[in-house]
């Protein structure tokens, strides 16, 4: 699928001019904006005062205070921050399941797409990174026109390799620098720990899960049946087996177990945790995870 | 195991070119699937063996399609299953009671072998020319106590007869048949055809052989013929059973009680297998027999017995119109020449009719006076036999119709034609067999229509009958519409023709009830039944029954008939022979192996259920898969 024009929809976008993206926790980010944030530092509101020390800057000793109690003071503001949304995007081989379109990774990149959206509407930075064996880092954007570029990049994007999400992670927690809302797209098939740990290392952000399926991934089809050849979409690993109602039914299970693991690891870190079926119309997927639905 | 056609299990071979496609072809589906780590999950939970299998093929088609061609050809081979338990509580023993079982060996050693066989329900068959069922179901003992007793018969035997007899009696179900012969004569398909048909019918079929090769003589083909003088010659040949010369002593007896006992000795050299055809001429009336003075193993084969209808003489009374004294009428002259019959020609009726035996009227131009008629219509009435001669004068006069209320037929019309032919019909066929009729030229005739109860002899084609005969009382009346008028004025040629005497022999030993000298010289084997109960005087025994069986070679008394029985079988009297029907040796071992192992069948129906149920579960699995 290397090089191949992905279709992604953002038919749906102007939908979303409505809506804005609550944020749990106050974020940290070196960009000012309009959510109120942790720090304090240079927006309008005083907030207090504390003593000078040496090396403050000259500008922010309050002369007032200095001339009623001859003691120098500086002044500390209420300091306005920006939202910065970290999307990362699963883009190994098995999101390009299914066949027909739109595949996961497609989807993946709508929905992803629709949030940044109204990210940029706030004038947020938001950055989407895909991930399979590495990460493929972008720079944080902001603003239309970064936007649009946004769209030309997710649409060529190449997308293989395997799922390593517990490596990613790894890898991306140190260019996070100020505390953000993380949102993971993913089918998740990857090993339970490596998500586990994924979610540990990135949980000091405000972290969301979604975890995008086709149905066909659960429910094997009628047609599939007798002995099959099944290929890893990863890996292109082959294995044999004889398929029945017994095995669909063994392997529906599987997968559920799967799901419900995921649910309690974000349960156990108390996270957001959304599972998505990629039939469902991308608008719905967003306003679910911006808590719209 | 053994296989009824263990060439089907080729169709194993199938298995090969089966596994090659399973293995070569691309059948499983290729699915692309990002999920493929729960597929492993499932897999780490089958057993490490299947796995290994289920790596190579894993189609269950396949192992269908394995387990129904297996089936298949298994059930083409047919696997010979024991399907009788090995003692059979059901025992038919069939025990061959030919003559030649009377070779002093052959019989003892079948009733040992007959005991030995005994299960816990017996029935014991002697074969003969018809089964004779000795004892049905009967207990061990029982079964026992009769074989000692059975004796072999002076018949031949017809063992396959009985074989199908037992097989075809849905009561003898799983029961053991046990078939005990010297097989010296079997008139049958091979005997393996009937270890087959026992087997489809869940029956256990074994013959047992008994006897060795013993050298017998025997009188075979013996018959008589009628010189028409009261006598008859008698043929027969003379066989030498076995491998050596012998000079063999024939003797010749007769004995009547109308003629002093007559003896012949003769004596004959037979080489090795040999035979002499003998011939003893004037075979008086009565009981004869030949006998061959040597000892042999078959005795009943020695005698040849013979029986001719003893005839005590009969007065008969021809009254005709011809004066004897000028000329001697063809009828007058054919029924003078026969003998033991005191013929007495008259113009007139004499007053002493009641001595006559029977009466011949021939009038051809003067009718009999009407008193005549009256006490010759009485003289039939009271059970005497009369002959009519169908002359113009019986139709002409009307004196001579009061003849007619004892004629078997009505007399219609005289007419004169010449395109009707002489034909025999009913018994006539027989008795008229020897009559050149074929040669008779009518010109002149009376139209006849016979009466109710009347034997039609003989017929005018497309007129009506010619010989005609019916009883009144204990006699018989007949009318012969054949006249015996010659030179100009003839209706017929029939007096001309050289049969025309013996056509008198003939018409008068119908009416006196002589039988045919077949009928007083039978074949062993032979079964005759009767309206009622007759007292029988066998060889051996006087016995009241509504059947005769003659199983026995010698003189029967029954009916006051003198019969005699006689084998007259070659292949019976052969007792030296070697093509013998083949059980011995490793043949016999087949056998015995093949009686163990029968019907294929029983397990070959299982077969094919399962293979039915395999196709149908396979039609289930692939319409699923959307393949049909």
Redesign the interface.
């Known amino acids: 699928m290397a090089g191949a024009k992905h279709m992604i929809d953002t038919s749906f976008l102007t939908q979303l001019d409505r809506y804005a993206l609550p944020l749990r926790n106050r974020v940290m980010a070196v960009h000012s904006g309009s959510h109120i944030s942790t720090k304090k530092g240079s927006g309008l509101d005083l907030v207090d005062h504390r003593k000078y020390n040496p090396g403050d800057s000259l500008k922010k000793i309050d002369w007032n205070l200095y001339a009623r109690t001859e003691k120098l003071y500086i002044r500390r503001f209420e300091e306005d921050k920006n939202l910065n949304m970290v999307i990362l995007l699963d883009a190994s ?3 390009l ?1 299914p ?1 027909n379109s739109p595949n ?1 990774f497609e989807y993946a990149s709508t929905i992803a797409l629709g949030v940044s959206y109204i990210v940029m509407r706030y004038n947020d930075q938001y950055m989407i990174s895909t991930f399979a064996d590495d990460v493929d880092y972008t720079k944080a954007r902001k603003g239309r026109e970064e936007f649009l570029r946004t769209i030309d990049n997710l649409s060529s994007i190449s997308v293989n390799g395997k799922t390593k999400l517990a490596d990613c992670a790894d890898s991306i927690y140190s260019r996070i620098k100020s505390k953000s809302m993380v949102l993971i797209i993913s ?1 998740f ?1 990857d090993n339970l720990d490596s998500i586990r740990h994924a979610v540990h290392r990135l949980s000091g952000h405000e972290l969301v899960l979604v975890h995008l399926y086709d149905e066909t ?1 659960i429910s ?1 089809p ?14 292109n ?1 082959e ?4 398929v ?1 109602p017994e ?1 669909k039914k ?2 529906a299970a ?2 559920e177990k ?1 799901m419900a693991e995921l649910d309690k690891i974000a349960y156990d870190f108390k996270i957001p945790y959304f599972s998505i079926n990629i039939n469902n119309r991308p608008i719905d997927a967003v306003l679910t995870i911006i808590g719209e639905r | 195991m053994d296989y009824e056609f263990p060439l089907g299990l080729a169709a194993l071979a199938g298995i090969i070119p089966l596994t090659i496609v399973y293995l070569l072809k691309p ?17 780490q ?1 089958v057993l490490a063996s299947r796995r290994k299998i ?2 190579k ?5 396949f192992f269908l399609q394995l387990l129904a061609l297996i089936l298949l050809s298994i059930a083409i081979a047919g696997p010979l299953l024991d399907s009788i338990s090995g003692n059979s509580e059901k025992v038919v023993v069939i025990i061959d009671s030919s003559a030649s079982m009377s070779v002093p060996d052959r019989i003892n050693t079948s009733r040992s072998m007959a005991i030995e066989s005994l299960g816990e329900e017996n029935t014991v068959i002697a074969a003969e020319s018809i089964p004779v069922v000795l004892a049905k179901a009967v207990d061990a003992d029982n079964a026992k106590e009769l074989i000692r007793n059975m004796e072999a018969r002076s018949t031949s035997a017809d063992v396959p007869k009985s074989i199908l007899t037992v097989v075809n009696d849905e009561e003898n179900q799983n029961a053991k048949i046990v078939v005990i012969s010297d097989f010296e004569n079997w008139a049958g398909r091979a005997p393996e055809t009937y270890i087959k048909i026992a087997n489809a019918k869940n029956m256990q079929l074994e013959f047992r052989q008994v006897g060795k090769p013993a050298v017998n003589y025997a009188i075979v083909n013996g018959y008589l013929k009628d010189r028409n003088d009261g006598t008859y010659e008698y043929t027969c040949t003379v066989k030498n059973f076995g491998n050596e010369s012998v000079k063999l002593d024939v003797q010749l007896e007769s004995k009547s009680g109308l003629f002093s006992p007559q003896k012949v000795n003769n004596s004959m050299s037979l080489d090795g297998f040999g035979a002499q055809q003998i011939k003893f001429f004037s075979i008086p009336q009565g009981t004869s027999t030949v006998e061959i003075l040597n000892k042999d193993a078959v005795p009943c084969d020695n005698i040849a017995y013979i029986s001719i209808p003893e005839i005590t003489p009969k007065k008969m009374l021809i009254l005709t119109d011809l004066d004897p004294a000028a000329s001697k009428s063809p009828l007058i002259t054919a029924l003078s020449l026969m003998p033991d019959i005191d013929v007495d020609v008259q113009y007139k009726l004499p007053d002493d009719l009641e001595k006559y035996d029977v009466v011949v009227i021939d009038c051809e131009y003067e009718p009999l006076s009407s008193s005549t008629v009256r006490k010759i219509v009485a003289y039939a009435k009271s059970g005497k036999d009369l002959i009519v001669i169908g002359n113009g004068c019986l139709y002409n006069s009307s004196e001579m119709h009061g003849l007619y209320p004892v004629l078997p037929v009505d007399i219609i019309s005289i007419k004169e034609d010449d395109s009707h032919t002489i034909e025999t019909s009913g018994s006539g066929k027989h008795i008229f067999e020897e009559i050149s009729f074929d040669e008779v030229y009518m010109s002149k005739y009376l139209v006849a229509v016979s009466r109710e109860n009347t034997s039609v002899l003989a017929e005018l084609e497309g007129v009506g009958p010619v010989v005609c005969a019916w009883n009144i009382k204990n006699g018989t009346t007949s009318y012969v519409g054949l006249s015996d008028t010659v030179e100009n004025e003839a209706w017929n040629n029939f007096p001309t023709i050289p049969t025309y005497p013996v056509f008198w022999v003939k018409l008068l030993k119908y009416m006196w009830g002589i039988d045919d000298i077949s009928e007083t010289n039978v074949n062993t084997g032979r079964y005759q039944a009767f309206d009622q109960s007759t007292r029988i005087k066998t060889p051996t025994e006087t016995i009241s029954s509504k059947f005769v069986y003659y199983d026995e070679c010698g003189i029967y008394n029954l009916n006051q008939k003198t019969v005699a029985a006689n084998l007259y079988d070659s292949a019976e009297s052969n007792t030296f022979t070697e093509k013998r029907l083949n059980l011995a040796g490793e043949n016999a071992e087949i056998q015995k192996e093949d009686l163990q192992t029968r019907s294929p069948d029983k397990l070959r129906k299982y077969l094919i259920y399962a293979l039915l149920l395999l196709l149908v579960i396979e039609n289930v ?1 692939m319409f ?3 393949i049909i």
Not at chain 2, 57 to 61: A, K, Q, R, S, Y
Request: glycine letters at 4%; hydrophobic letters at 35%; zero cysteines.
């Open positions: 081989s098995s999101m399941f066949d996961k089918d098939l991934e094997l009628e047609t599939v049946d007798g002995t099959v050849k099944f290929i890893d979409s990863e890996t690993e294995f044999n087996m004889s029945g095995f063994e392997y599987e997968y799967h | 059948r499983p589906k290729q699915i692309i699937l990002p999920s493929l780590m729960f597929v492993q999950r499932i897999s939970n289920t790596k093929i894993t189609d269950p088609l699995i699923r898969r959307k």
